[in-house]
């Protein structure tokens, strides 16, 4: 895959309109500083590789997501379900999980109290 670094910053620019937090949030969350952000965004400088790991664990999502065009993500491919799909049920996954280790646990209290 060649490193397009137009599509990476249009696709930064996307998920920090989707994701509801400013520009010095998500650099906050990246560990760079909202300078080097902005001056991506403005097209004043490319962002590195690395700079685009740390924007991506910023963003929530992968470096990949930043590297595809949008709309031929391979993730939104699978079983016809796209990203946001996904991760909601993964949100909702996690959550029967956490409800199901509470019943456990009160299971193991009524056991123990018996």
């Excluded at 699978?78 to 409800?99: H, T, Y």
Aim: a negative charge; hydrophobic letters at 45%.
């Amino acid at each position: 895959m060649k490193f397009d670094a137009k599509i990476a910053v249009d696709n930064i620019a996307r998920y920090i309109g989707k994701s509801g937090l400013d520009k010095k949030e998500i650099a906050e969350r990246a560990h760079i500083a909202a300078a080097t952000l902005s001056n991506w965004l403005a097209g004043r400088s490319k962002p590195s590789l690395g700079g685009l790991y740390a924007v991506a664990q910023g963003l929530g999502c992968t470096v990949e997501e930043l590297l595809v065009p949008p709309g031929e993500h391979t993730l939104e491919q699978i079983d016809g379900l796209n990203i946001e799909q996904w991760r909601a049920r993964a949100i909702v996954a996690e959550q029967n999980a956490e409800e199901l280790a509470q019943q456990m646990m009160e299971l193991r209290k009524k056991i123990n109290d018996l």
